[in-house]
T-cell receptor
């Protein structure tokens, strides 16, 4: 158990809809990262938040947005969903930013999104 | 330029065989990490490397931080069925500390 909690574990929705994925980082971790993993693909970095502020942005579509709340949990919002958005979405946390002394990220179990 | 090239993409081996996989890039990294993802789970850190030339072991796993700081390899000796999964390399870029992940190596071990 990494200590990172993601909900929901599975989500099935239709094209054009909007969903919200939730992540609770490990206790004490200030940074939250979101990654997308499509079928048989690697981990594509979407976005990072540190202590409530956006720190880095990767290949995140304009239809997607995220935020980190004062209690440090984070939400990833996916709107106008398309078939190609079907993927595993991982949240990871770390004590501070990527410039930590270890660089290790702690991953949740992921939220599997299926768009029909 | 800042992408990680991880190879091989997949491997099918017999139980007991040794395994080797690597990541290369044209960019310089100050940290290399190797993660394993079991089916239905999130990636979990196996080994972390922080110095060029560093060779680190974790049980049957051995990883090295390339001397040029642009590559790393992971070896698994005497593979067992529970080694099955996807192995990811990750590197922390030297210039901005951004983390990059390789595309993964999918390992299948036949008993």
């Amino acid at each position: 158990d990494s200590g990172v909690t993601q909900t929901p574990k599975h989500l099935i929705t239709a094209t054009g809809q909007r969903v919200t994925l939730r992540c609770s980082p490990r206790s004490g971790d200030l940074s939250v990262y979101w990654y997308q993993q499509s079928l048989d693909q690697g981990l594509q970095f979407l976005i990072q938040y540190y202590n409530g502020e956006e720190r880095a942005k990767g290949n995140i579509l304009e239809r997607f947005s995220a935020q980190q709340f004062p209690d440090l949990h984070s939400e990833l919002n996916l709107s106008s969903l398309e078939l190609g958005d079907s993927a595993l979405y991982f949240c990871a946390s770390s004590p501070s930013g990527w410039g930590t002394n270890t660089g290790e990220l702690f991953f949740g179990e992921g939220s599997r999104l299926t768009v029909l | 330029g800042q992408q990680l090239n991880q190879s091989p993409q997949s491997m099918f081996i017999q139980e007991g065989e040794d395994v080797s996989m690597n990541c290369t890039s044209s960019s310089i990294f100050n940290t290399w990490l190797w993660y394993k993802q079991d089916p239905g789970e999130g990636p979990v850190l196996l080994i972390a490397l922080y110095k060029a030339g560093e060779l680190t072991s974790n049980g049957r796993l051995t990883a090295q931080f390339g001397i040029t700081r642009k590559d790393s390899f992971l070896n698994i000796s005497a593979s067992i069925p529970s080694d099955v999964g996807i192995y990811f390399c990750a590197g922390q870029l030297y210039n901005n500390n951004d983390m990059r992940f390789g595309a993964g190596t999918r390992l299948t071990v036949k008993p």
